[in-house]
């Protein structure tokens, strides 16, 4: 009976997650394109059958899953971007479903299975979860923790009838069905690990040997091969890039990737905009916190980074159980991605960004987990007094930011409606309205008329905010 009730508690925490996300996003957002859905609009509408856009040498690049919602969502429910911000409500579901499958199999107690969904469904990620066009980003992140899962039980003894199947199919449904650009770190993670755990048990660490590691590996490497060569077909259009070499950059501000990185590490303790109303709030208010804060912040999350990578060989957990190593080293990586991707808009605070916090916080929850996991087993008060500042860092900081967007949430609606009174009336604004109104890459001379473009088309076929019209 125990059990029983503890199963129902660990899986109903993920339904009451999704809820609360699905109720954030009703009261935040208005079902309106703008931004990403203005090129998306104009590439894949109105005809989502289409063949000829589906076929494109950079497939993979495009997240293929993404036509399927697309045309599901056309079909039946005249293009809304509620849709699409369901699905990734249901995406974030679906990680912490997985995780309390992983905690239930571990005994995480309660108390620490509840400080992870805190941080799991934290609105950290407001910018992720407001912006449909990127729902299928949280439903890659939950297969990668799926697959993680699996690997830990096969690791670990424990596995199942397919486990060692899906070690071979997994990468190619979610390297070239639904990862994207997410994939390059997944397919490190997974290349890392089977190393790791090969030469861990040449070393003699493990009685029993397998020597499927290599396969395993062939078959992460090779749809990552695949991904990238897809993308070389790929145009890159970033808007307000700069045009130099990384060298020339990096040259001209040595200390840039070590403010970046910092800088990145902060916005998992505080958002991004929490933070900057409490060091550079709007006259006349005064600064609550002086400029340092951000780097302390930050120097604070790579320090215990270090810490639970230290715990991790301090106690030989990832001779049980290496999901915890495996979230650590996605974690920190992924903040390295987002530096050398984002370098060349030659801004520090990019990435603090809300829209990163996804791909951050794989990181942050491995270090709660090597915590919690390790828990009665750390040895010296002082060390257990670190572990607990780092747990209580994390918990704290995402609470506020939660709650602080909660409070902000009615003003995004009012955002959001204001954008829809322009589009109902876009036939009679001019193309600098229509491009200031609807957010889409203000620096090109033909921002105005792509979202002009885009609206004629949802008019013409009656879609999103012309439904009723």
Excluded at 247 to 267: H, N, Q, T, W, Y
Aim: hydrophobic share 45%.
């Amino acid at each position: 009976m125990k059990q029983t009730y503890r199963k129902a508690l660990y899986f109903s925490i993920p339904v009451l997650g999704v809820l609360f996300c699905l109720w954030y996003i009703k009261t935040a957002t208005f079902d309106i394109v703008y931004t990403d859905y203005i090129r998306l609009v104009n590439s894949y509408l109105p005809d989502v059958w289409n063949p000829d856009k589906f076929f494109v040498p950079d497939i993979l690049t495009r997240i293929p899953v993404n036509y399927l919602a697309r045309i599901i969502n056309v079909t039946f429910f005249g293009y809304r971007t509620t849709f699409d911000m369901g699905l990734g409500a249901l995406g974030l579901g679906l990680a912490a479903v997985v995780f309390a499958c992983y905690s239930l199999r571990r005994s995480v107690s309660a108390p620490w299975f509840l400080i992870m969904m805190a941080v799991m469904f934290s609105l950290n990620k407001w910018e992720m979860l407001t912006n449909g066009s990127g729902w299928a980003h949280f439903l890659a992140i939950g297969c990668f923790y799926y697959h993680y899962m699996v690997i830990d039980r096969v690791w670990s003894g424990e596995e199942k009838k397919a486990d060692r199947a899906l070690l071979i199919i997994l990468p190619w449904i979610i390297t070239l069905g639904t990862a994207g650009p997410y994939c390059a770190i997944y397919s490190v993670t997974l290349l890392l690990t089977y190393l790791c755990l090969y030469i861990l048990e040449w070393k003699g660490r493990r009685k029993k040997k397998d020597n499927r590691y290599i396969l395993y590996s062939i078959s992460a490497l090779i749809p990552l091969l695949l991904y990238m060569w897809s993308n070389s077909y790929a145009v890159e259009d970033h808007a307000d890039a700069v045009n130099l070499s990384i060298g020339e950059a990096f040259g001209m501000d040595p200390v840039f990737p070590v403010r970046f990185l910092i800088k990145s590490c902060s916005s998992m303790v505080f958002g991004e905009e929490v933070l900057n109303s409490w060091i550079r709030p709007e006259p006349p208010k005064a600064p609550v916190l002086p400029e340092w804060t951000v780097y302390a912040l930050g120097i604070a999350v790579i320090v215990c980074y270090l810490f639970a990578l230290w715990l991790n060989f301090r106690y030989r957990m990832y001779e049980k159980t290496v999901l915890p190593c495996m979230l650590i080293a996605a974690g920190g990586m992924n903040h390295l991605l987002i530096m050398v991707s984002r370098w060349i808009f030659l801004k520090d605070e990019y990435g603090m960004s809300s829209r990163y916090a996804l791909q951050y916080q794989v990181g942050i929850l491995g270090i709660i987990l090597t915590i919690a996991l390790l828990w009665k087993k750390i040895n010296g008060s002082a060390v257990k007094a670190a572990a607990a500042l780092c747990c209580f860092i994390f918990l704290a900081g995402n609470i506020c930011t939660t709650y602080k967007e909660m409070k902000k949430a009615p003003y995004r609606e009012e955002y959001g409606e204001r954008i829809a009174a322009a589009a109902l009336q876009f036939e009679t604004l001019s193309d600098d309205e229509l491009k200031n109104a609807f957010d889409y890459r203000k620096s090109r001379e033909d921002s105005g008329q792509k979202v002009r473009s885009a609206l004629e088309i949802l008019k013409e076929q009656k879609w999103n905010v012309f439904r009723e019209q």
